[in-house]
């Protein structure tokens, strides 16, 4: 384990100057379906018992992609707080696309520039610096949360953001297929249902619940980071934006919620610094890292997490 050096923001890079027409399509499909799926769920739930096997599939898969997001996209691609095998990294960039953000380039563009901007012109989803009162509060909520998605996303999908990842031919094929690794998160929990109760049908409620269900509730919580952990919460550092910690959302995120600490020490592959802010994703690259499938583990030394305490 090696011990963390901040690194400068990266230079400012716009490769588009407003989000494309087939990306909003892609994202209102992305957003608007889901949102069908629990309309769905809530009539199967209200008609049939939820069966033990929608519960842990939709469980597998939550754990499954959200660590692709969590561990791949965010710790591994946008960060680089660890390294790790090709297998590995093609694994965890299949995971977070099956969890429907984006490719992985898109994804780390984007949030490498929220890093260099954070809550400050640029930022491409901030919930600050929308007006005034409770209206500029309540749309800058909705603008971080998910409004981002129709205006600003993808901007900076570009190598001045991201020459690592096109450098990478693997990273670049996982890009190239994205499309069917959403729709692999889909035919996964349909083919365990089909499998397990022998009908279409049975299928069907496994795909509402393990797939539409799982991609609305995994969205809006890692949406949350943005909103909510950039608005309400405690910040135990001091930094140059309005990033908080929120227990709550780092349960469902698998740590993603200790975002104060986050944007205190970006590069750290450990988000939950305090003795009971659980980091489920820190276990995970641990747990790796001891396995020797992870190294050059980059985490802040307790004496600079002691001289940046608020």
Known sequence: MVTLDE???????????????????????????PFVGVLSAAGILWGVALRPIDVWVFAVLYVFCGLGITVGYHR?????????????RGTLAIAGAMSTQGPVTQWVTDHRKHHAHSDRDGDPHSPHGHGEGWRGTVTGLYHAHMGWLFNT?????????????????????????????????????????????????GGVEVVVWAGLVRVFVFDHTTWSVNSICHTFGRRQFETTDESRNVGVVAVLTFGEGWHNNHHAFPGSARHGLGRYQLDM??????????????????????????????
């Open 7 to 33: 690194t400068p923001p990266a230079p400012i890079g716009t490769v588009r100057h407003e989000t494309s027409l087939g990306s909003r399509v892609v994202t209102l499909l992305a957003v608007a379906i």
């Open 76 to 88: 591994l691609f946008s960060h680089r707080s660890f390294e790790t095998t090709s297998w590995a």
């Open 153 to 201: 996303k993808g901007m900076e999908r570009g190598a001045v953001w991201g020459s690592d990842l096109y450098g990478d031919p693997v990273i670049r094929w996982i890009d190239r297929l994205y499309l069917m690794w959403v729709a692999l998160g889909l035919v996964i929990p349909f083919a365990v249902g089909w499998a397990w109760t022998g009908s279409v049908a």
């Open 281 to 310: 994703s820190w276990m995970v690259i641990r747990g790796l890292e001891r396995l020797g499938l992870v190294w050059n583990v980059k985490v802040p030394t307790p004496e600079r997490i002691a001289s940046r305490t608020s």
